[in-house]
């Protein structure tokens, strides 16, 4: 099986959480990280060669930071210019069916922030509807996404634990 990390973070220098997951990651047999800020800090995005990565993986993680209720830019840029019509969607646009999409974010605040009574008073997973509208649309399988709440004050075995977590998840779909 082989799995594609799409790893968006704009300062990884400064990451911590996203940092430990793709630590965790980084050895995963079948796995290809792919550093999209590091590959486009100009946001001049390769198509083809994404494009071709997307065609080649059975499942894309989406790692990231979560940034105004959302994901850092250049992942929307990603999303706007890689998934065209004919390619992604469309009716010659078949070559994501069936591939697996799992999103992994990382929040400032805590989980309590995103209860029905907390500051946001919505969780996550509904905040991530328009991801999931995507993949669907796509024809490819939503999965269940994984979510680190609580950055800002979490220590780094927490964030250890959540990057084990998730490898064991994406093994467990090999
Ligand atoms: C521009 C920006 C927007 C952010 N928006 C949110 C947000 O909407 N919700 C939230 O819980 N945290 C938000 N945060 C906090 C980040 O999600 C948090 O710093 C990140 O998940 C920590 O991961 P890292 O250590 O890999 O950078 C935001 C941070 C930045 C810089």
Partial sequence: MTILIQFIHPYPERSRANHAVLDAL???PGARVN?????????????????ALLMEADVVLFQHPFYWY???????????????QDFAYGAKGLALRGKRWLHSVTTGMPATAYAPDGINGIAVAEL????????????MTWLEPMIFHGAYAADE??????????????ETLA
């Fill in 128 to 139: 991530l509807k328009p991801f999931e509208l995507t993949a669907c649309f796509c024809g």
């Fill in 70 to 84: 959302s994901c850092p830019a250049l992942l929307k840029e990603w999303i706007d210019v890689v998934l065209e």
């Fill in 26 to 28: 980084r050895d995963l």
């Fill in 35 to 51: 550093d999209l800020y590091a590959l486009y800090p100009n946001f001049y995005i390769d198509i083809q060669r994404e494009q």
């Fill in 157 to 170: 075995a927490q964030m250890a634990r959540y990057g084990q977590a998730l490898r064991r998840r994406l």
